[in-house]
T-cell receptor, first 115, second 117 residues
Framework: AQKITQTQPGMFVQEKEAVTLDCTYDTSDPSYGLFWYKQPSSGEMIFLIYQGSYDQQNATEGRYSLNFQKARKSANLVISASQLGDSAMYFCAMREGRGAQKLVFGQGTRLTINP | GAVVSQHPSRVICKSGTSVKIECRSLDFQATTMFWYRQFPKQSLMLMAT?????????EQGVEKDKFLINHASLTLSTLTVTSAHPEDSSFYIC?????????????FGPGTRLLVL
């Protein structure tokens, strides 16, 4: 079974609009972390936001927020006021347990911001 | 902070040669580093976990004799692709784990594009 599922291969959004990228996960470990990374065409992986399984509040980092619904096992990324520079691949990832554990990535969503 | 570098950024080699890729944590120590591979239009797949001073842990299906990993210091891990073949052409990216903290995140290097002719 897939541990991380991103169901949107591609998304097209008008500049300045908000966009939600979906991510669902599957784990039986009570302690886990959820991450979103942005990968532009250059290939680098840029860390955007993190949500711990025990965090009570949804994480926010500037224009990025994570809509964490634990019971539904979803961790959607919300980008407010999208910009042309937001066009990239976006990956959701999960770490099971704590510490130096491997990340499991979803298949990614290609976001295109139209002017 | 939390900067990770990779060298080289791009390499083209002939089939049968070996290629070494370096991953360095520039402003922190990393007892654990990870090596991922990404084929075009696909996601990142973990190849191995590199631990300073001990043998690397390889994921199922990854040949440890072909992808040699050495984590000789707290800031450097190397991946050597031995006897490279065209099917090894891929984007190789490393990450480093700086230690427990509020995010416990890994920081990624810029990646290395390998093309084997």
């Amino acid at each position: 079974a897939q541990k991380i599922t991103q169901t949107q291969p591609g998304m097209f959004v008008q500049e300045k609009e908000a966009v939600t990228l979906d991510c669902t996960y599957d784990t039986s470990d009570p302690s886990y972390g959820l991450f979103w990374y942005k990968q532009p065409s250059s290939g680098e992986m840029i860390f955007l936001i993190y949500q711990g399984s025990y965090d009570q509040q949804n994480a926010t980092e500037g224009r990025y927020s994570l809509n964490f619904q634990k019971a539904r096992k979803s961790a959607n990324l919300v980008i407010s006021a999208s910009q042309l520079g937001d066009s990239a691949m976006y990956f959701c990832a999960m770490r099971e347990g704590r510490g130096a554990q491997k990340l499991v990535f979803g298949q990614g969503t290609r976001l295109t911001i139209n002017p | 902070g939390a900067v990770v570098s990779q060298h080289p950024s791009r390499v083209i080699c002939k089939s049968g040669t070996s290629v070494k890729i370096e991953c360095r944590s520039l402003d922190f120590q990393a007892t654990t580093m990870f090596w991922y591979r990404q084929f075009p239009k696909q996601s990142l797949m973990l190849m191995a976990t590199s631990n300073e001073g001990s043998k690397a842990t390889y994921e199922q299906g990854v040949e440890k004799d072909k992808f040699l990993i050495n984590h000789a210091s707290l800031t450097l891990s190397t991946l050597t692709v031995t006897s490279a073949h065209p099917e090894d052409s891929s984007f190789y990216i490393c990450s480093a784990f700086p230690g427990l903290g509020d995010k416990e995140t890994q920081y990624f290097g810029p990646g290395t594009r390998l093309l084997v002719l």
